[in-house]
């Protein structure tokens, strides 16, 4: 069972690494910052990933701990904009 849960966790993994990978025509650089790299909470990220960057907070897996980080994907060009 838990390898059909990581092959799938797997697959689907480069599947979104290959949607990301197109570039469309009017693409802006997305950056990513660890705001929280312990015990994310999704709300709380989510929140402050908005007011920091006005971006889109996250809480995701870090390899083989357990835990969960708050990480913030948001436009770059745009960040000076609400510097915080």
Do not use: W
Request: proline content about 5%; overall charge neutral.
């Amino acid at each position: 069972m838990a390898k059909l849960l990581n092959f799938a966790l797997i697959g689907f993994l480069l599947i979104v690494s290959v949607a990301m990978d197109v570039n469309p025509v009017n693409a802006q650089r997305r950056c990513t910052e660890i705001l929280d790299p312990n015990n994310c909470v999704p709300d709380d990220c989510k929140n402050q990933c908005i007011q920091k960057h006005n971006g889109n907070g996250l809480c995701v897996g870090s390899s083989g701990t357990g835990q969960f980080a708050c990480a913030c994907t948001y436009d770059c060009l745009n960040s000076h904009l609400n510097p915080k």
